[in-house]
């Protein structure tokens, strides 16, 4: 097991140096309260592209991430993100794109309250400026943020909820207060297939907007085995903030 820890965690490195945050059981965006167990760990590899349409411009994002998650006890868990994002902007006339590291995450997990199914928690976290932000491939200052997160299951169905702020501190004029809320829902339909469902809202950065980026996602996720699994998802925006349209995926190994 030494080796294999080792391994998981020179590959997560690697991935992150050569290679966008993976917060939920991939493909959702709305976290639940489960954390692995002490001792035990958990590595996501998750990507994302998106197409967005507006007037005459073209905007293309992709996002790559490797998370690992490490129980410190039962109910708490502290998780390292390491992402690598790009993005093309297309108006007909010109082509601009970049591509590199963004902000490494720190957070941890902690769940407080576990009974007859019902279940909540805390999730603080922070990014560190790793990403150059005058490429706009990060804030360029550390953010900060606090999820509450509560989970209900009632087999075969089990429901998410979070309520989020983050300080978004950056460089450019991007609001800095940030609140976010989103609802998903899972649900078993064949041994070892389940399907997914997410809807959220947050508000929107851009100062010169006050439209909040809207998004309802659909998706499944196939477990191989007991600590493998394959999710993948369609994201569309509710509201012309969001994305118009993104796939999400990814894996899940936990060891």
């Known amino acids: 097991m030494k080796y294999v820890v080792h391994a998981a965690i020179a590959f997560i490195v690697i991935a992150g140096i050569f290679c966008a945050p993976a917060y939920a059981a991939i493909p959702l965006i709305t976290d639940d309260t489960g954390t692995q167990g002490k001792g035990k760990f958990q590595l996501e590899l998750f990507g994302e592209y998106g197409h967005d349409k507006e ?19 039962d109910p708490v868990d502290i998780i390292l993100t390491i992402p690598y994002s790009s993005w093309r902007s297309d108006d007909s006339v010109s082509v601009s794109r970049e591509h590199g590291l963004s902000d490494l995450a ?3 997990k902690w769940r407080f309250y576990e009974k007859e199914g019902l279940s909540f928690a805390l999730k603080p976290g922070f990014t560190i400026p790793t990403g150059n932000d005058e490429k706009d491939l990060g804030n360029g200052k550390m953010t900060y943020y606090l999820f509450l997160i509560a989970s209900k299951e009632v087999n075969p169905w089990a429901f998410h909820f979070n309520l989020a702020y983050i300080r978004n501190n950056n460089t450019g004029e991007d609001r800095k207060n940030i609140w976010h809320a989103s609802l998903a829902s899972t649900v078993e339909v064949l041994k070892n297939l389940k399907l997914v469902g997410d809807i959220g809202v947050e508000t ?6 006050d439209t909040p980026p809207a998004y309802i996602l659909g998706g499944l996720i196939y477990s191989v085995s007991e600590n493998f699994d394959i999710g993948l998802g369609l994201k569309g925006g509710l509201t012309k903030p969001e994305t118009d349209i ?3 995926g990814g894996i899940t190994w936990r060891f």
């Open 55 to 73: 007037e005459s411009v073209t905007n293309k994002n992709g996002d790559l991430s490797a998370t690992l998650t490490y129980g410190i006890s």
């Open 106 to 108: 720190i957070e941890s």
């Open 204 to 209: 929107n950065p851009e100062k010169s907007s």
């Open 246 to 248: 993104a796939v999400r």
